[in-house]
């Protein structure tokens, strides 16, 4: 026997595939277009969804774009997450997390959260919004580079390196902005990896491939 879904649960089910919509099509916007181009008018076109539609769930375009960067920020750690299985254990786990940080600050979610910050630094009730909600996010980044590092912030050091990391990452993001920094970008991390490892107390290679132990690695 089939069991009719309620009318209320429908209707919540296509509210919530709207917000998606609207706050997925916000992102690429706001990449692609800058703050100036990002008008809800062409944010519902992108989406698929009625002016009307788009006015009942977000009132204005700050709303809008708050919600979106927030909702895709806690999507992409969740996927971050995810990808992280998958990430070699040992020496090489350092450079494979700074790898995939690295792409999650060059992807569409940063240049999209750039561009609110550029907006807010002249627009007081979006600095207001905007604060808080970095605050927040950089908390979430914070905690998942710790998790993904298995670091331990008890060490001398160890919460610094974290959070230079954190600051590197988003200077990389802004060095890809205007051109592709992909070689100047992967010498600084395989670099700043060895920084970091010896930091966090783990062995790591030298430049030349030796170990601490002073053998070298197989080819």
């Given at each position: ?51 009307g ?15 979106a ?5 806690e ?26 940080l ?31 909600l ?16 298995d ?65 070298r690695?197989a080819?």
């Amino acid at each position: 026997m089939v069991t009719a879904v309620p009318a209320r649960s429908r209707q919540e089910e296509r509210s919530q595939q709207t917000r998606q919509r609207l706050m997925a099509a916000t992102v690429e916007c706001l990449a692609e277009l800058g703050w100036s181009g990002t008008t809800t008018t062409v944010v519902a076109e992108r989406a698929g969804v009625s002016r009307g539609a788009q006015l009942h769930h977000y009132r204005t375009r700050a709303e809008l774009v708050l919600a979106a960067v927030e909702h895709l920020a806690e999507v992409r750690r969740e996927e971050v997450l995810r990808e992280a299985a998958a990430l070699p254990a040992g020496e090489n786990r350092t450079a494979a997390v700074l790898d995939m940080l690295a792409r999650l600050y060059t992807g569409p979610l940063f240049q999209a959260a750039l561009e609110l910050w550029v907006a807010a630094r002249t627009d007081q009730e979006l600095r207001a919004a905007v604060v808080p909600l970095e605050a927040k996010v950089g908390r979430e980044s914070h905690r998942l580079t710790v998790e993904l590092l298995d670091a331990d912030e008890s060490r001398p050091g160890v919460r610094e390196a974290v959070q230079a990391t954190l600051d590197l990452m988003r200077g990389l993001g802004l060095a890809n902005t205007l051109t592709d920094d992909g070689a100047r970008r992967s010498r600084l991390l395989a670099e700043w990896a060895r920084t970091l490892d010896r930091t966090l107390g783990r062995a790591a290679p030298n430049r030349t491939g030796a170990t601490k132990k002073g053998t070298r690695e197989a080819p």
